[in-house]
């Protein structure tokens, strides 16, 4: 019943820009924090960003901090990832992913904890 549908993904040049939208059916993401992974050919998943419930809190990978935003709109049971300055590393496929209680923050998920619904995940491309 519950499914997560991301979309935006393609191919885009190094420097470019992507948003991604993960929209959420058969459960509610409000007031759950919300997140994004991704995961290259080759290696393990690893966190990008989440948000909190409120949306006042946001928190991010190292590797994407001042080049990729989430956020979410709630009326649209929807969360985006604003992804700019794209470099090769960021080609990998991105999902996101909704927590199994509003007590998980977004420091939490991006830790992997509370993760119980997933995406199938949209390929983003940045050729070298």
Known sequence: ???LVESGGGSVQAGGSLSLSCVVYGRTIRNYAMSW???AS???RESVAAISGSGDITAYADSVKGRFTISRDDAKNTVY???SSLK?????VYYCAAP????AGPGAL????????WGRG??????S
Do not use: H, I, N
């Open 81 to 83: 990832l604003r992804m």
């Open 122 to 127: 949209t390929l983003v491309t940045v050729p």
């Open 1 to 3: 019943q519950v499914q």
């Open 88 to 92: 090769a590393e960021d080609t990998a």
């Open 100 to 103: 199994s209680t509003v007590v």
């Open 110 to 117: 991006l830790r992997g904890s509370y993760l119980e619904d």
């Open 37 to 39: 992974f991704r995961q």
């Open 42 to 44: 080759g290696k393990e």
